[in-house]
Each structure stands twice: as C-alpha cells, then as structure tokens.
C-alpha cells in the first residue's frame, strides 16, 4: 500500500515559525506544517507522496534561507 503523505521533521528558531507557514501556505496544498514544540522550533512537514520532488526542493531553498535544519523524527508525537 503507498503512502498518502510523507513526513520530516525540521527545527528552525521560533519567531521563523510564522514565516515558514506563511510560505507553506502561500504553495497551497504542497506542504503541510505543523508546529510539535513552539519553544523549541520543532516542526512536521507532510506533503503528498505525489508531490514529493516539489516539497524537497522548496524545502531545500528555504534550509538555505532561514535556519531550517531536518531533523530525526520525535520520540513521541502527538496525534493528530
């Protein structure tokens, strides 16, 4: 059975957070964000599997823009 979304993981300084949805956003229905720690800068980006060549490469610009560095998935997240 494929995957419906993929996710990564990413941490980024907290007052990037706002600005970083703000672009997700403005690729409507690329990526899908959502915060796991405001205070830590801890974040989940899901994107279809479809659009998996898109997201990476937006993704990669903005590690290069902003100080967004993936990192290993959480011991424990919360659900949905």
Known sequence: MEKT???RYFSLPPQD???LRFILESYDGLCFMRTLDNRSGVLEVAWPASQRADAQQLLAALEKEIALHQ????ETIPPL
């Not at 990192?71 to 959480?74: D, E, G, M, N, S």
């Open 5 to 7: 979304f993929e996710y």
């Open 71 to 74: 990192i290993p998935a959480p």
């Open 17 to 19: 957070i706002a600005y």
